[in-house]
């Protein structure tokens, strides 16, 4: 309740090409028949004062009250408040005395007035919700505090409007092969556990005692093609389940199905999962994130129950994956959740679909496990390699986060890569790991070199000091652990064999400048 309004003539606004105006709130209060409706909290002091009138939300007071706070409501606002925007607020008013009254925008952190005057005016004033702990801070709503005006005054219209950058189109790439089910199987008899391969069938089935194992179990298999009894010349997967007669909550996947990805999900990035389906008869199935391996259980959280009908019904689900999805990557149905009758399971035009991001190479200063995303350096490419220089004279940086995608903080932070073991100035094998922190030997400005082919990431300090090699003269260094062709620069610090600069190397029992 502490913020200055500062009220502004109503001016023409050019907007930028990528940005818009969303309209929060616009009405008349002649188009309502509760001002409340559009309002929130009200002092005792200030519902006896209000009302509707006229088509205006009419105040009339008749004496002061001490303390001015006493009358004190909100007659408007916005209900779903995004605190980083700021918000343009516009209402016509009049009253029967001039008087300046006090207003307060929610969680602002400055008392502000307007001038009320005898004609009727539109004031326009902006505010942000920049505060918080008071009780209407995420309100979005106006308060005003008018316990001592005596008089009339009224509000007429409304309008609460905010900017917001246009957000790009999204380009969705479809990851699936064969997902409409028209051609064969290229091979059919790719095992489900065959990593190398099993990626290539986008549809599995299980049947209960079908393709068996040395186990005594039985093994998903690549789906069943046949063509659409409905639709003469359309193909569909099915899965011909049998009875389900395992015991307990096990034999809801004694029939399965599964659509696969050719890839493992990443977190923050954004997915589409659709289908047609239907049953031979009514039924509910569960569904699962799966691993590579269809059998193999990831997590519980995945597109939620599917009720079957006899007639063809589409399902289609957008998400952005969590860190529990990720690593996933198939979508398994129990069919048998509900329903444990030898039943049909028809499934087409299968789609999984993801966001499509800038790919590449992308490194962000970090602050703790946060990184500085929006000001991130891309990698340059050059002969299948790429290098980037992170830090500067006046910002020395120890602290990193390399990702192989940008497009949103999420997706930056689930695509991230991180050195096994780090040793500057030294080719290190790298792996992916999500929201990886890389805290660099010391602090300084740093190249760093990415051969993909390789997976090899390596990290030379351009400018700074590496804790534990302060400058040393030739003379003081000594031959600890020192064999041939170990390589020092001038600042004393050990550099592999390919440094490029002034060096001191040991050549038997004597050190060279080179």
Known sequence: MKRLFTLMALLAMFLGANSKTVIDTEFSYSDISDWAEKGGFASNDAKSRLSLEDGCLYFHSEEAVDPFYSVQFQAFGVRHLNPNAEYTIEFRIKGSVAQNIRAYFSGSDAPGEFALTTDWQILTFKCKNNAVGEFFANSGMVLFQCGDYVGDWWISNVKITHEEEDKPVEQWVELLTNGNAEKAWADPNVRFDDQAKNFTICAWGKVKNENMNANGGWDPF??????????????????????????????????????????????????????????????????????????????????????????????????????????????????????????????????????????????????????????????????????????????????????????NLAAFKGGTIQPKTLVAGEECEYEEVGSAVIKLPGQGVWNITIAPEAKSIRFDVVEGDLPGSTPTAINNMTSTDNGDAVKYNLAGQRVSADYKGVVVDKKGNKYWVR
């Not at 029939?255 to 954004?270: L, T, V």
């Not at 860190?323 to 398994?332: E, K, L, R, V, Y």
């Open 222 to 407: 690549p789906a069943e093609i046949v063509e659409d009894p409905d639709q003469p010349g359309n193909h569909v997967f099915v899965v011909h389940a049998s009875l389900a007669d395992t015991d307990g909550e096990a034999a809801a996947w004694d029939n399965q199905f599964w659509i696969e990805a050719p890839k493992a999900m990443k977190a923050g990035r954004k997915y589409r999962v659709r289908f047609r389906y239907r049953a031979s008869q009514e039924s509910r199935c569960q569904t699962r994130i799966h691993y590579q391996n269809p059998t193999a259980l990831k997590t519980t959280a995945a597109l939620g129950d599917i009720a079957f009908t006899q007639d063809w019904q589409t399902f289609e689900n957008e998400f952005i994956a969590t860190n529990d999805q990720a690593g996933g990557w198939s979508i398994a149905f129990d069919l048998n959740y509900e329903n444990l009758l030898p039943t049909n399971f028809y499934f087409d035009d299968l789609s999984w679909q993801v966001v499509k991001l800038d790919e590449g190479y992308f490194v962000a200063i970090c602050d703790g496990s946060t990184p500085n995303y929006d000001n991130a350096v891309k990698f340059k490419q050059e002969d299948g390699k790429y290098t980037a220089t992170i830090g500067s004279s006046d910002n020395y940086v120890s602290d990193i986060m390399i990702s192989t995608v940008y497009g």
